[in-house]
Each structure stands twice: as C-alpha cells, then as structure tokens.
C-alpha cells in the first residue's frame, strides 16, 4: 500500500514539471517577425495580408507608413521563406524575394511602386 501512495505522490510532483515543458513546447513552435514589404495604399496592405495569410500563418498586419509586415506563423507548418514567396508571388518585394515582373505587372496602377519598370 505505501508503494501505491508513493508513486502517486511521485506522479504529482512531476506534472508541474511536466506542464511547463509541453508549454515550451508549444511556443517554440510558434515564430513572430517583421517582414520589409513595398506597398503604398490601402489596396496594397490587404493585398499584402491577404497573401501573407497562407496555411501555418496565425496573424498578419501591414503597415503602409513603415513598410513593416508582421507575421505569426506555426514554424512545423511553413516556413519564413514559404512567407516571403507567397507575398512575392503577389506582386510585392520583400527584403528576401524579389516579385517578378508578371505578378508585379498585374497590380493597379495606383499600387506601383518601383520605378524601373512600365506597368502593363
């Protein structure tokens, strides 16, 4: 009877200990950071976080003014560089991936915002 009554008193000094390691866990897995983004109005910050809401992202949030693009994603689901292309592929450059022209071509007018190319 005294062994019971000591593993179960073992098994509950150990689920504190247990608890705190599944939480740590649980925020390793989730990443934040800023993404440098060119946009310049308010069509650009939705087109920008609506691109950036691939699967694994939990939060996004463009600021125009800054150009400033901050991202919570699940690091096991995608990965920072999936992020980047998947705004590239959008139209917009990021301090990683370049847009190609086509995506970048297919933005209104209104959103250009490298002067090095004619928009079609």
């Known amino acids: 009877m005294k062994s019971i009554i000591h593993i179960i008193l073992l098994g509950v000094l150990m689920m504190p ?4 390691a599944q939480a740590q866990e ?6 934040t950071i800023e993404v440098e983004v060119r946009g310049v109005c308010g069509m ?3 087109r920008i976080e609506n691109g950036a809401l691939i699967k694994g992202v939990k ?3 463009y600021n125009k003014e800054t150009e400033k693009l901050k991202v919570i994603y699940k690091s096991k689901k ?4 999936e992020i980047h292309k998947a705004v590239a592929a959008i139209g917009h450059d990021t301090d ?3 847009a190609s022209d ?3 071509g297919k933005l209104p007018d209104c959103c250009s915002y490298r002067g090095d190319i004619e928009k079609h």
């Open 96 to 98: 990683k991936v370049r």
């Open 78 to 81: 995608v990965t920072e560089d």
């Open 44 to 46: 650009c910050k939705e």
């Open 17 to 20: 200990g247990l608890n705190q």
């Open 102 to 104: 086509a995506a970048y």
């Open 26 to 31: 649980k925020t390793d897995k989730t990443k």
């Open 59 to 61: 939060y996004v949030e």
